[in-house]
C-alpha cells in the first residue's frame, strides 16, 4: 500500500505563514448621541497607520494591508471635551484586546504636518480643526485601526479607519450637506469675529479670516480694512513670542499642483499685508498652503467654492 506524502517541514511552514489570520471582531459603540455617519465601501487595499508623532520632516508609518473599512460619525456632543469622546472608544479598544500604538493631541501629535500626512475623509463626512484634534492608532495581531477625534461647533466628529477587522457597529448614511445648510461664514468652529479671535487663538484654536476675499485662480487681496488682520496684529504685537502659521486654502477648481502653490501664495500674500501694513514682526509669521486637501463646504456649487477659498491662522507652539 503507497503511504500518503508527508509534507515537508518548509511546506508547514510556508502553509502557516501564507493562511489567512481571522479577522478581530470589533463594535465600538459611540459614547454619545449620532447625529450622522458616513462609509466608504470596504475594500481589499493599504493603509499608511501613524505609530508615533510627526518626527520633524515625516510621520512614522507602518503599512498595514487587507479589507480597509473608512467610516465617520458627528455625535451630538456640544458640551464634551475631544478625551471625553476618545477615552470610552479607547477603552473599548483596549477590552477588545488591542495594544495602543499611538495616542496624542494637536501639538504633541505634530499639529498642521501630523493633520495633513495622515488620512483623513473629505468633508462635510469628517471634518478636522488644525488648532484641536486627538488621534489614536492601536493593532491586535495582524488587525489595525485609528481613530481621529475633532470638532465642529457643538458637533464631535469621529473617523475610525480599520483594517483586517469584522463585526464593524453599522452605519446609517447620511445624505450630503445640502448649500443652504452650511454654516455661514464667521458661524463655523473654525471662524470668529475679531473681538473673538484672541481669545480662540490664546485656546490654541485656528481661526479662518473670512473677511479676505480671493477670486479663482486668484492670490491678490480686494482692496479695504481687514478687521482680522488688524486683531492678528494686536494679538502678536501684544507678546513677541507668539507665532502664528499662515494656511492658504483654495477650492478644487484646476489642477492639484497649481492650487497648491496657489494656496501658498494666498498665504504668502496676507503674510506681506501683515508685515507691511501692520508692522508685524516677519519672524512671527509662517505663510503655507495645503490647496484643496481641506474643504470646509461643498465644491459643487460657488457658494461652497467661495468659503474654500480662504486663509487660517494657526497659532504654533511657543517656543
Known amino acids: 500500500m503507497t503511504r500518503p506524502a508527508v509534507p515537508s517541514l518548509s511546506v508547514l511552514v510556508a502553509c502557516a505563514v501564507l493562511a489567512p489570520r481571522p479577522a478581530v471582531a470589533l463594535d465600538l459603540a459611540m459614547p454619545f448621541p449620532i447625529l450622522g455617519a458616513v462609509a466608504e465601501r470596504p475594500e481589499f487595499d493599504s493603509y499608511a497607520l501613524p505609530e508615533a508623532p510627526w518626527a520633524g520632516d515625516h510621520l512614522p508609518v507602518q503599512i498595514v494591508e487587507g479589507m480597509v473599512d473608512r467610516r465617520a460619525w458627528r455625535l451630538d456632543a456640544p458640551e464634551a ?16 484586546g488591542y495594544a495602543v500604538l499611538l495616542d496624542c493631541e494637536t501639538r504633541a501629535c505634530g499639529g498642521f504636518d501630523f493633520r495633513f500626512a495622515t488620512e483623513v475623509m473629505p468633508e462635510p463626512g469628517m471634518h478636522v480643526d488644525l488648532g484641536g484634534f486627538r ?24 473617523q475610525m479607519i480599520s483594517v483586517g477587522v469584522e463585526a464593524l457597529a453599522p452605519v446609517v448614511p447620511v445624505a450630503p450637506v445640502a448649500p443652504h445648510d452650511l454654516p455661514a461664514p464667521g458661524s463655523d468652529s473654525g471662524s470668529a469675529a475679531p473681538s473673538d479671535l484672541a481669545a480662540r487663538l490664546d485656546a490654541g484654536l485656528s481661526v479662518a479670516l473670512d473677511d ?108
Open 212 to 319: 479676505l476675499v480671493f477670486d479663482s485662480g486668484s492670490a491678490a487681496l480686494a482692496g479695504g480694512e481687514f478687521p482680522s488682520l488688524a486683531a492678528l496684529a494686536g494679538w502678536l504685537a501684544a507678546e513677541p513670542s507668539r507665532r502664528l502659521f499662515l494656511v492658504g486654502h483654495t477650492d478644487g477648481s484646476g489642477a492639484l499642483a497649481g492650487n497648491l502653490a496657489l494656496s501658498k501664495r494666498r498665504a504668502e500674500a496676507v503674510r506681506k499685508v501683515l508685515v507691511d501694513g501692520y508692522s508685524v514682526t516677519p519672524g512671527q509669521i509662517v505663510a503655507e498652503g495645503v490647496g484643496p486637501l481641506a474643504p470646509r463646504a461643498s465644491d459643487l456649487n460657488e457658494e461652497g467654492r467661495l468659503r474654500n477659498r480662504r486663509v487660517e491662522a494657526v497659532p504654533a507652539p511657543t517656543q
Open 135 to 158: 488621534f489614536l492608532s492601536a493593532q491586535d495581531g495582524g488587525a489595525a485601526v485609528s481613530l481621529f477625534v475633532s470638532r465642529s461647533g457643538g458637533a464631535v466628529f469621529v
Open 81 to 96: 471635551s475631544l478625551l471625553d469622546v476618545l477615552a470610552p472608544l479607547r477603552d473599548q479598544l483596549r477590552g477588545a
